[in-house]
Nanobody, 121 residues
């Protein structure tokens, strides 16, 4: 499966942004797809994922209530809707795919290129 992330940009604190991750290739809709982010000088964070069977999974406490993960109608695109953005959300956001339905952070084997999100105060 090949992944491509879109939608990054520069916004102000409080703004919203929607990232897209398009999966292509064999059985692309049967992979769980996750979002990760890495800020300069910081460890990578697992933001959350969408199970291939349906239903989002959130792991990052700071994302709860602000970020929503959902699938597109074609089942091979996953979105990360980010509302009430904060400067600390500034990072490169990557999407990744896993064959597992409820993947651990280390169970994502396929990665797309990142898309940069910059939030100014």
């Amino acid at each position: 499966v090949q992944l491509q992330a879109f939608g990054g940009g520069s916004v102000q604190a409080g703004d919203s942004l929607r990232l897209s991750c398009v999966a292509s290739g064999s059985a692309a809709s049967y992979y769980s797809m996750g979002w990760f982010r890495q800020a300069p000088g910081r460890e990578r964070e697992y933001v959350g994922a969408m199970r291939w069977s349906g239903g989002p999974i959130f792991y990052l406490d700071s994302a709860k209530g602000r970020f929503t993960i959902f699938k597109g109608d074609n089942k091979s695109t996953v979105y990360l809707q980010m509302n009430s953005l904060k400067p600390e959300d500034t990072a490169i956001y990557h999407c990744a795919a896993s064959i597992f339905d409820d993947p651990r952070e280390d169970e994502f084997d396929y990665w797309g290129q990142g898309t940069l999100v910059t939030v100014s105060s």
